[in-house]
């Protein structure tokens, strides 16, 4: 095998959760284009369905929307039960589903931490969870946990996001312990400060990302493309000597 053929995806199944838009699509698209079957889920069917075919018109592959709020575990279990009737298996899970609710900890509510913790933290679990035995029958999968820089520092004003990323980064690690004799790979990918949907208050606002801004030694937002490199590779075969890593992709943000 090539180097290159590595980091093909052929004939491999690959679920993107918050898969339907921002930057859940862009990582589906790019394990369409490596040739993987691609699923993505988002909690309003019709946006994961038309996703999906788009990317299925797009890259002349097989794809599957589905409908499923990822914080359910009924709703979770019959997602992986659908996958696994339709394509028989299960290869690549990126758990990308996410959201971010900022402000001082006197300011948040305990509703915010919920929402926060359950959608960033409970529902990746739940899809492990899922996934654990499929993939341990055939004996080859990868799962991407989709954390952040803050996941690794801290922050002000971010006291849900950064516990519930923290608390996924551990859990990749542990998840790498408990499955590293069953062929399944587990590591955290952690963005910096991307130009996504979410961080579009702060795109927008320069007094607000100046913070941010200051701090990242490329001295720019990062572009949802300059990520597609990094899940690719560790969804493939080229990742297969890499599990509990911690994989930053941040502008250097870390590296002060």
Known sequence: MGV????????????????????????????AEVGAFVVVTSRHQDAAQAAAQEISSQYGIQALGLGCDSTKGAE?????????????RLDVLINNAG?????PIEQVSEADWDAVVDTNLKGPWLFCKAVAEPMKRQKWGRVINVSSMLGVVGLADRTLYTASKGGLTLLTKTLALEWATSGINVNALCPGPFATEMNRPLVENPA?????????????????????????????????YMTGAVMLVDGGYTAR
């Open 4 to 31: 290159l053929d590595r980091f093909r995806l052929d004939q491999r199944v690959g679920l993107v959760t918050g898969g339907s838009r921002g930057l859940g699509r862009v990582m589906a698209e790019a394990l």
């Open 76 to 88: 979770v279990s019959a997602a992986v039960a659908a996958i696994l009737d339709r394509f028989g």
């Open 99 to 103: 959201i971010n609710i900022r402000g």
């Open 208 to 240: 607000l990302a100046a913070p941010i801004m200051d701090h990242v030694p490329l001295a720019r937002w990062g572009q949802l493309e300059e990520l597609t490199p990094a899940v690719v590779f560790l969804a493939s075969e080229a990742s297969s």
